[in-house]
């Protein structure tokens, strides 16, 4: 996942890895965003969950990644 940094808008990327760990925060704290940190500059950026799960949208709340079956 490509996203500009807000603050130097420099370009940098997200691993899937981050994107997953993300949303997980996101779902286990009750929280509105992430905050990625820019490697240019160190600033933090906010990601919004729906931005994030645009980017895994296979991602499912519990941790769990791997394939069981749907209800
Ligand atoms: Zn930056």
Avoid: V
């Amino acid at each position: 996942m490509q996203i500009r940094c807000t603050n130097c808008h420099r370009p940098f990327a997200i691993s899937k890895e981050t994107i997953y760990f993300a949303l997980d925060t996101i779902h286990e704290d009750g929280l509105n965003h992430y905050n990625a940190q820019c490697p240019h500059c160190r600033r933090a950026n906010r990601l919004s969950p729906k931005q994030l799960k645009r980017a895994a949208p296979d991602w499912q709340p519990g941790g769990s990644t791997e394939e069981e079956t749907e209800e």
